[in-house]
């Protein structure tokens, strides 16, 4: 991977490097085409990447060089993800999506947009809605809009909704 990778960057001129999301694909394309054109790199953090691994420290290249070999095969997994994200800090500027990641990493909080026309209920028939979604009138449906993940509150949504004690709340994953 890491030899097409250097191929790839080879190829890349341009004035300034954007990445999308601190993992091997692309940051690590992004700081090899840095590298070799000298170019300013910035770096997008749109998510906590080690969560969707239910991790939160970093790997160092000697604590990855001890890993086994098959723990290194992919470089979207695990291991490589850890080892990015110590190397955050080496872009040489930095935007965030929220103020969480903002506390976390630095930089520039830069929201990423999301087309509120989408959840505009007067735009949709809602008892044809609850029809499709096999929803029924006396049900109360709660809207988690994203990827569910621990640390977007999606376990305390589910506890708070159980704690009402009313079988009529559904919650829908959207």
């Known amino acids: 991977h890491l030899r097409v990778m250097e191929e790839v960057a080879e190829r890349i001129d341009a004035d300034a490097l954007w990445v999308s999301k601190p993992r091997l694909p692309s940051y690590a394309l992004g700081i090899l085409a840095k590298e070799l054109r000298n170019r300013p790199l910035m770096l997008d953090v749109d998510d906590h990447e080690l969560a969707f691994f239910d991790e939160d420290t970093g790997l160092d290249l000697w604590q990855l060089g001890k890993l086994p070999r098959d723990e290194l095969s992919w470089p979207f997994e695990r291991a490589w993800t850890r080892a990015c994200e110590p190397l955050i800090a080496a872009a040489d500027r930095l935007t965030v999506s929220n103020v969480a990641l903002q506390e976390r990493f630095g930089g520039l909080v830069v929201p990423h947009a999301r087309d509120e026309r989408v959840f ?55």
């Open 120 to 174: 505009d209920p007067k735009r949709y028939d809602r008892e044809a809605s609850r029809r499709r979604l096999g929803v029924s009138e006396s049900e109360r449906l709660l809207l988690f809009g994203g990827t569910p993940r621990i640390y977007k509150g999606i376990v305390e949504l589910l506890r708070a909704v159980d704690r009402l004690g009313d079988d009529r709340y559904r919650i829908l994953l959207f």
